[in-house]
């Protein structure tokens, strides 16, 4: 068992010895005082020294504004996460939340659990606040409600399991038409129930057949019904699929979610009877429609019934109407089958006209005569071409013999040579032409010497 704070003060007033406390056990005492003397309690001030940790967690200071008083506030990353107020520096908040110590420290801070704006913790404002909101963005306005399925055979809930709403909606369902109701259990209270029934709404709409749904819980204090009042049970309910009745609380209670859906019921009850038709009702409706069917299937009967008297009468005998017919259509074959036989003479005769004129024109015919006149030509022309070519091969020897013989290569080839000066690359004719030391080349028979002149000698 632990002690209090209290109790170590009343062992010191009441043995000889006092108690000596370590810093670590002084701490524990106060943090276990704090956290069991105390409840929730709700504190207004301005943040400042806000930090977040990597795992979520808001350490900050919350500061008086009139007086010089501060205390340290922590708020951990779930109820951060779901804090309605700005926790940022300079922000003017509402905590509600614990008193505790932090004993490593020895710091007195303030274990927050709700945050809401300044000024915004009067439920009425807040709800005013969203509903302008909402209104803005048309959310509330009327032409977006539908209207419900006059038959509806799935009906959702999204109640609690344990509340007295269900079996309202169960019970008053049964005594008017035997429908299917199906539930999707959620929390309806605390600061957990938004996301609870948010859930409970998305998962409800994964129900292909569902026609409709009801939502809502008894009735309570504006405390208790603060989750329809929920900006994202709100916008959950404007974004449902089907058609939407919110039941919350009694008649005198009006929530955002009333706002929002397509219907408001006063209770939960009423939203069974508004969505489920009263089985008498559809009988005696149903006769009453299936006796004005056979009335007007009657009525109009008889309206035909005159109208192929009337039509009848009016019609003539078809024999008359077929003969006449019969006489034009044999007149008809018979000049039909007149003109195709004279068109079909006229046919036959223009195309054998036209077959006599492409005999004549036969490429093929022509082809064979110009053939024959080819090959008669290619024969003369190979004629003239052996006679022209012979006396061209002997005018050609002729001339070859001529200039063999005139040819300086052949006198070469007799033993002569030709003498080159290398200079000036003439051919020597006397041998004054050349002088001593001169390079000159010697063309003999079969190649060319290269020599140089030692000496001179003129002829005698």
Request: with cysteine; hydrophobic share 45%.
């Amino acid at each position: 068992m632990t002690d209090t704070l209290f109790d170590w003060a009343a062992k010191a007033r009441t043995d000889e010895d006092e108690p000596v406390l370590s810093v670590a056990a002084l701490n524990r005492v106060v943090r276990s005082s704090l956290e069991q003397g105390f409840g929730d309690v709700w504190v207004e001030g301005e943040l400042s020294d806000v930090t977040r940790s990597a795992s979520g967690h808001v350490y900050c200071t919350l500061n008086d504004g009139k007086e010089p008083a501060q205390i340290r506030m922590v708020m951990f990353r779930n109820e951060a996460r779901r804090a309605k107020a700005k926790l940022e520096n300079g922000e003017r908040v509402r905590i509600r939340g614990g008193l505790s110590l932090y004993e490593a420290r020895g710091s007195f801070q303030l274990i927050a659990r709700m945050a809401l704006p300044a000024g915004a913790g009067d439920l009425h404002a807040q709800f005013e606040r969203l509903r302008k909101k909402l209104e803005a963005e048309g959310l509330l306005a009327p032409e977006k409600r539908r209207p419900l399925p006059r038959v509806p055979r799935v009906i959702g809930v999204v109640t609690s399991t344990a509340g007295a709403a269900l079996h309202d909606v169960i019970r008053v369902a049964r005594g008017r038409c035997p429908v299917r109701i199906v539930v999707a259990g959620c929390l309806v209270q605390g600061t957990e129930s938004p996301d609870s029934i948010v859930a409970a709404l998305l998962l409800i709409q994964k129900l292909p057949e569902l026609d409709v749904v009801i939502i809502g819980r008894g009735g309570g204090s504006a405390e208790d019904l603060f989750a329809f009042n929920d900006e994202r049970v709100a916008r959950a309910i404007a974004a449902c699929r089907v058609p939407i009745v919110s039941a919350v609380g009694h008649e005198v209670d009006i929530t955002i979610a009333d706002l929002v859906a397509d219907l408001r019921a006063a209770t939960p009850s009423n939203a069974a009877e508004l969505v489920v038709p009263d089985l008498g009702g559809l009988t005696r409706e149903l006769t009453h429609t299936t006796r004005r069917l056979e009335r007007a299937l009657d009525a109009r009967l008889q309206q035909e019934r005159l109208r192929v008297d009337r039509l009848t009468r009016r019609v003539s005998d078809p024999r008359r109407a077929v003969g006449s017919v019969r006489s034009r259509l044999l007149a008809l074959e018979a000049t039909l089958a007149q003109r195709t036989q004279r068109r079909l003479v006229l046919s036959r005769a223009r195309l054998a006209a036209l077959h006599a004129r492409l005999v004549e024109h036969d490429a093929r015919v022509r082809l064979s005569r110009d053939r024959a006149t080819l090959r008669a030509l290619e024969a003369r022309l190979g004629q003239l071409g052996q006679s022209l070519t012979h006396e061209q091969r002997s005018a050609f020897s002729e001339r070859v013999a001529q200039l063999s013989a005139l040819s300086p290569l052949a006198v070469l080839s007799r033993g002569y040579a030709i003498a080159i000066h290398e200079m000036s690359g003439r051919a020597l004719l006397r041998a004054r032409d050349a002088e001593v030391g001169d390079s000159i080349s010697v063309r003999v028979h079969d190649g060319t010497l290269i020599a140089r002149v030692t000496e001179t000698k003129g002829s005698s």
